[in-house]
Structure formats: structure tokens, C-alpha cells
């Protein structure tokens, strides 16, 4: 019981989401902060759930794919505004150009 505090506070934290940018270069999926200059890491990208409206996208570095460290990222519509059906589209086009 008296650990319970300390749970709490660090599941807090942990579930704290860091703004980060989404970038696709032509080939691969790129993901950084949102405050920082560089491309980011290379990413693989995957749709878990579409609700049309609503996407929330799995990310997992390329470099270390055989290990789960996922990034889950929520999408909107509103919060896209009119880039998301250019996103939708590259999304899932993009898929199909991924080797097996």
C-alpha cells in the first residue's frame, strides 16, 4: 500500500504522449520530436485501427524491428485538418510498396 502512490505517479508519467512529427520521404516512414530539426528515425508504420475519422497508427523503429518497443500514435481528422486524406492515402499506399 504504501507503494501505491509512487505506481500511480510513474504510470502518469509514463502515459504522458510527447508531440512528435510524422514525415514520409518517398520511401520511408519518419518520425521525431516536434521541436527538433532532423528527419528522425526511420520507422515501420502500421494502421491498428481505422475508424475513418480516427486512426491509431503503431510505430516501430526499423532498425530494431525484432524488439516491441512500439509508439502508438492517435490520429484525427480534426486535428490533421486537410492533409488527411493525403495522409490516408499514403498510409496505405505505402504499405504495398514495403517489402514482405
Do not use: K
Not at 44 to 71: F, I, K, Y
Amino acid at each position: 500500500m504504501l507503494l501505491m502512490p509512487f505506481a500511480a505517479w510513474l504510470g502518469w508519467r509514463q502515459s504522458a504522449v510527447t508531440p512528435r512529427h510524422l514525415q514520409w520521404d518517398g520511401q520511408t516512414w519518419r518520425l521525431a520530436a516536434i521541436d527538433s530539426d532532423e528527419p528522425g528515425d526511420a520507422i515501420q508504420l502500421r494502421a491498428v485501427v481505422d475508424l475513418g475519422d480516427w486512426l491509431l497508427l503503431r510505430c516501430q523503429p526499423v532498425e530494431s524491428a525484432w524488439l516491441p518497443r512500439h509508439t502508438y500514435l492517435p490520429l484525427s481528422r480534426a486535428a490533421v485538418g486537410a492533409s488527411w486524406g493525403n495522409l490516408r492515402a499514403t498510409l496505405y499506399a505505402a504499405r504495398t510498396l514495403l517489402p514482405p
